[in-house]
Nanobody, 125 residues
Framework: QLRLVESGGGLVQPGGSLRLSCAAS????????IAWYRQAPGKRREGISC????????SYADSVNGRFTISRDSAKNTASLQMNSLKPEDTAVYYC??????????????????WGQGTQVTVSS
């Protein structure tokens, strides 16, 4: 069974940090580009970061560029999203996903082949 499972969400104060993890089972992440999305209440799901299958290229949405860092660990078959300098507007459910070999098109949801179940991130004082 192919699965993606996120972890690491929670409640954090503005300016704080969280590290989200995405564990894959039933397939190898190395064969796919990996992306992170988020969906705030009442808003559409948006792509915020992506890494190509070989890790050679990464992309970030303007809203998180310079604060979030995507990475992958082939040995553990996991991906991560390090989130620093968090803001209240970062509050959302965060999802990891895999699509094609490269990130081109990841901002469009049909790019995704598999979704994780999501993890809640709340930034509040």
């Amino acid at each position: 069974q192919l699965r993606l499972v996120e972890s690491g969400g929670g409640l954090v104060q503005p300016g704080g940090s969280l590290r989200l993890s995405c564990a894959a089972s039933g397939f190898t992440l190395d064969g796919h580009a990996i992306a992170w999305y988020r969906q705030a209440p009442g808003k559409r799901r948006e792509g915020i970061s992506c890494m190509d299958r070989d890790g050679g290229s990464t992309s970030y949405a303007d809203s998180v560029n310079g604060r979030f860092t995507i990475s992958r660990d082939s040995a553990k078959n996991t991906a991560s999203l390090q989130m620093n300098s968090l803001k209240p507007e970062d509050t959302a459910v965060y999802y990891c996903a895999v699509g094609s070999l490269y990130c081109s098109g990841y901002l469009e949801l049909p790019w995704v082949n598999y979704w994780g179940q999501g993890t809640q991130v709340t930034v509040s004082s």
